[in-house]
C-alpha cells in the first residue's frame, strides 16, 4: 500500500523555487552551535517511535525501494557500499530527524535523496524501522583472543 | 635523456624481444624497461623482458621505497613507468602523481588533484577503485570514478582534457583503465549493479571527443554490429541482443565494462569483456541475456563488432566475464593458434581461437559446480539444474564458485612466453543464492540477492596457480588462507610476483611455485605488481598496499576510518581484519 503510493508519486514533485531567506529548518541538535546562538530551526519527532507494526511496514520498504542493495541484507543494513545501519552510529547523526533528512534529501556521498519518491510518511515509516534494528553488544571491541 | 642510456634500452629490449615470441602486440618503441601500459603490453601479458632478478637471486629482495598515497580504499591497477618517472593513480578522489625516479627519495615532479564527486561513493558497487591509467602521445589518461576521462600532460601535469563519458546518476561509475590503440582512447563504465544500459566508447586520442558509442546489449545498431561484418562463432540471427532479453529487459540489463582490454594489432582487434545481467533475479530476464557475460572483439576505429562470445548465458550468478583476455600463441593439439586465454569468474579457464571467438579448451581452474562442463561443438556450458537460481527456486545453496568468482576480474593474470604457462589467483569460495523480485527504481541499485559465501572445498580460501592453458591443466598451485586478490606478475627472470589479501607481497619460482621471498607490506595487497628499469639500470618491482575493492570481501571490519560504520566480521573470513586494515602505501622492491 505504502509502496505503492509511493511510487504512483514519482515523477509529480515539483522543482524548488529560489528564495532569499533561509526558510525555518531542522534543528540538528547534535551539531555544535556558534556563539550559543541556534539557528530558527523546528524539532522533527517521529511521529511512529516504537511502533512495531510500523516498523514491520518500514521493512517491506528497506527492500522495496532497494535500500538492502547498498546498506546490506544480512542482517538487514549490516553495510556494504553504505555504512552500517544496525551499529547504533550514525554518520550524520541518530536524532529522527537526522535519520529522515538523510533519507529525505539525501546525502552527499551518494546516498539517493528519497523524500519525492517516498513522502514524509514513507520516511519515517523507514526510520521507525531502523530504529528498531537490535544493536548487537560489544560493538566497540573485536577481539581474537579464544 | 642520454645517448648511452638510449643504446643500452634498445639493447635490452632487443634482448628482450627474442624471449617474446609467444607475445602479440608489444608495446610499440625501443625501451622496454618501461611499464607505459596497464598490462605492459597490448596482449595484457604482464610478462617483462626484465631478468636481473631470478629464481636464484630473488631471496635478497628487499624494500627500497615507500610513499603513503593519502588516500585509503582499494588500492587496484598498477603504476606505470615512462622513461624516469612513475605514474600512480588513487582510489578516489583519484590523484595522479608524477614521482621523479632520478632523484634520491624520489620526489614528486607535480601531482594532479581533479575534482571528483563524492556521490560517485555510494554509486560504485565495490569500492572507490581505480584500475590504473594509459600513457599514449605525452598524456596520462584515466577515468575518474564521477563518469570522466581525463588527460593529462606526462611532462607538467596539466590536465589537456576532461570529457564526462558517464552518468552517475544513472548508476554509471568509472573504474577500469582505458586502452589506447592509434588515435582511439576506449572506455566503458561499472554499473551491473543498477541496471546500466551498457556500452563502451571511443574517444579521439587528441581532444578528447567521442568518436563513436557502441552497447553491449541492444538492437544491433545499436551495438554497432552489421549483418555483413559481425561475426558470432555460435550464433545467427539479427538483433540478438534484444532477442535474447526477455520483456524487453534489455533496457536495464546491465553487461557493464570495468576490467581490462586488450589488442591485436595484426587482426586489429580490440578485446574486453562485460558484466553480469541485471538484475540478480534471472527470472527477470528470460533468455540468454547476450552480451551480457561475454568477450566481445571490435574494431577500434570505429567500434564496430566483428564477434562475441558469451561464456555464461543467461547469468544466474553474477559471473561477470570482465577478466583480462589474454592473447598468446600456443601450439593446441599441436597446431599453433593464436589464442586468447581468459580465467572467467565462472570458475572455467577458457582458450578461444582469437580470430573467430571459438572455444578450444574450457577446464575448470578452481572448483565450481553450476556447470558440468562447456561442450565444445556448441560452447555452452552443460548446467547442473540443481543449481539454477530465482525467485521461484528460493534460496538455492552451495554454489561454487561465489559471486566473488573463481577468480576476482579485477585481479589479473599473467603469461609467459618462456614457461608457456599462465599465472592467476583465485579465490576459493561457495555461496548461496536467494533472489527477489527487483524493482528498478534510477539511481538506486538493482540487484535483489541475498548470498552468504563459505569457503570452498578443500579447506582453503584462494590460491595463486600456474596454468597451461594448451591443455587445459593446473601445473602448481599456492594455497592461501584468504581469498587472492592480487594480479600477476613474470618476468624473463622466471619469477613470478603477487600479493595476499592479509599483506604478503611474494615472489616465487616460475616453473616450480617454490616461493623465494616475502614481505608484509601494511595492508592487503588488491593491485597488480610491475617491474621496470631504474635510471641506475638496476631492475626495481613496485606494488600497491591497500586492501578494498569488494564491500563483502573486505568485510566492513578491515576499515577504522569512521566510526559511525562499525562491521561484524563475515563468517567466511573471520580474522582477516586481524592480519590487516586499510591502506594506501606504493613499495618498490629491489635486490
Known amino acids: ?146 | 635523456m642520454p645517448a648511452t642510456r638510449i643504446a643500452a634500452l634498445t639493447w635490452i629490449a632487443v634482448l628482450g624481444c627474442a624471449n617474446c615470441a609467444g607475445a602479440v602486440g608489444q608495446t610499440p618503441g625501443p625501451v622496454d624497461g618501461q611499464w607505459t601500459m596497464p598490462a605492459k603490453d597490448y596482449a595484457a601479458t604482464r610478462y617483462s623482458p626484465l631478468g636481473e632478478i631470478t629464481a636464484q637471486n630473488a631471496r635478497s629482495l628487499h624494500p627500497v621505497w615507500t610513499f603513503s598515497t593519502g588516500v585509503l580504499g582499494g588500492h587496484e591497477g598498477q603504476p606505470l613507468v615512462v622513461g624516469d618517472t612513475m605514474y600512480v593513480v588513487t582510489p578516489w578522489p583519484n590523484v595522479l602523481y608524477a614521482f621523479d625516479l632520478t632523484r634520491e627519495g624520489y620526489p614528486l615532479k607535480w601531482k594532479y588533484r581533479p575534482e571528483v564527486s563524492a556521490n560517485a561513493l555510494g554509486v560504485a558497487c565495490c569500492d572507490a577503485v581505480n584500475r590504473g591509467a594509459f600513457y599514449a602521445d605525452g598524456k596520462i589518461i584515466y577515468n575518474l570514478l564521477d563518469g570522466h576521462t581525463v588527460a593529462v600532460d606526462a611532462h607538467s601535469g596539466r590536465e589537456l582534457w576532461k570529457t564526462r563519458i558517464a552518468e552517475v546518476g544513472n548508476g554509471e561509475t568509472t573504474t577500469m583503465a582505458p586502452l589506447v590503440v592509434r588515435d582511439r582512447v576506449i572506455v566503458g563504465a561499472a554499473g551491473g549493479e543498477f541496471g546500466i544500459y551498457g556500452w563502451i566508447k571511443g574517444l579521439d586520442l587528441a581532444s578528447g571527443r567521442p568518436a563513436w558509442s557502441a552497447r553491449n546489449l541492444g538492437p544491433d545498431e545499436e551495438m554497432r554490429a552489421r549483418g555483413d561484418t559481425f561475426r558470432p562463432p555460435y550464433d545467427q540471427g539479427t538483433d540478438l541482443g534484444t532477442h535474447s532479453w526477455g520483456n524487453d529487459s534489455w533496457r536495464t540489463g546491465g553487461a557493464p565494462v570495468w576490467g581490462w582490454m586488450s589488442y591485436d594489432p595484426d587482426l586489429d582487434l580490440v578485446y574486453y569483456g562485460t558484466g553480469n545481467a541485471s538484475p540478480y533475479n534471472p527470472e527477470q530476464r528470460p533468455g540468454d541475456n547476450k552480451w551480457s557475460a561475454s568477450v566481445l572483439a571490435r574494431r577500434p576505429g570505429d567500434g564496430s563488432l566483428v564477434w562475441a562470445y558469451q561464456f555464461t548465458p543467461h547469468d544466474n550468478w553474477d559471473y561477470d566475464a570482465t577478466g583480462a583476455m589474454v592473447l598468446a600463441d600456443l601450439t593446441v593439439g599441436g597446431r599453433p593458434v593464436k589464442a586468447l586465454v581468459h580465467f572467467d569468474k565462472n570458475g572455467f579457464a577458457y582458450t578461444l581461437d582469437r580470430a573467430s571467438g571459438r572455444v578450444l579448451i574450457a577446464q575448470p581452474f578452481t572448483p565450481l559446480n553450476w556447470a558440468e562442463a562447456v561442450d565444445l561443438a556448441s560452447g555452452r556450458p552443460v548446467l547442473n539444474p540443481a543449481k539454477q537460481t530465482g525467485v521461484s527456486r528460493g534460496n538455492v545453496k552451495d554454489i561454487c564458485p561465489s559471486l566473488e568468482g573463481g577468480v576476482s576480474p579485477a585481479s589479473p593474470p599473467a603469461y609467459s612466453p618462456r614457461t608457456h604457462l599462465f599465472y592467476t589467483a583465485t579465490a576459493n569460495l561457495c555461496m548461496d543464492y536467494a533472489t527477489k523480485h527487483a524493482q528498478h527504481l534510477r539511481g538506486t541499485p538493482f540487484v535483489g540477492v541475498d548470498s552468504p559465501y563459505r569457503g570452498g572445498p578443500g579447506g582453503y580460501l584462494g590460491s595463486f596457480l600456474a596454468w597451461d592453458a594448451a591443455r587445459g591443466r593446473k601445473v602448481w598451485e599456492n594455497k592461501e588462507p584468504f581469498p587472492n586478490w592480487s594480479g600477476a606478475l613474470v618476468t624473463a627472470g622466471d619469477v613470478v610476483f603477487y600479493g595476499t589479501l592479509d599483506g604478503w607481497f611474494k615472489s616465487a619460482d616460475a616453473r616450480t611455485g617454490r616461493v623465494l621471498s616475502k614481505f608484509k607490506v601494511g595492508s592487503g595487497v588488491v593491485g597488480n605488481p610491475i617491474t621496470y628499469r631504474g635510471p641506475d639500470g638496476r631492475q626495481y618491482v613496485a606494488v600497491y598496499a591497500g586492501i578494498g575493492g569488494d564491500w563483502a570481501l573486505l568485510a566492513g571490519d578491515t576499515r577504522s576510518d569512521d566510526p559511525a560504520d562499525v562491521r561484524a566480521p563475515a563468517d567466511y573470513v573471520k580474522d582477516i581484519a586481524r592480519y590487516t586494515s586499510q591502506g594506501g602505501i606504493i613499495w618498490i622492491f629491489a635486490l
Open chain 1, 1 to 146: 500500500m505504502l509502496l505503492t503510493g509511493a511510487l504512483l508519486s514519482c515523477g509529480q514533485q515539483r522543482a524548488p523555487q529560489p528564495a532569499s531567506v533561509a526558510p525555518p529548518g531542522i534543528a540538528h541538535e547534535s551539531h555544535i552551535v556558534a556563539g550559543d546562538v541556534a539557528p530558527e530551526a523546528s524539532i522533527l519527532r517521529n511521529p511512529h517511535a516504537g511502533d512495531a507494526a510500523v516498523a514491520r511496514s518500514g521493512a517491506l520498504l528497506f527492500t522495496a525501494m532497494n535500500c538492502d542493495g547498498c546498506h546490506g541484507t544480512n542482517p538487514p543494513g549490516a553495510g556494504w557500499v553504505g555504512p552500517n545501519l544496525g551499529d547504533g552510529r550514525w554518520r550524520y547523526g541518530g536524532a529522527d530527524a537526522e535519520v529522515f533528512s538523510s533519507i529525505y534529501y539525501g546525502r552527499p556521498r551518494g546516498m539517493p535523496a528519497f523524500g519525492g519518491a517516498l513522502g514524509a510518511e514513507g520516511v519515517w515509516t523507514l526510520v521507525t524501522y531502523l530504529q528498531s534494528l537490535p544493536v548487537p553488544p560489544n560493538v566497540a571491541t573485536e577481539s581474537w583472543q579464544n
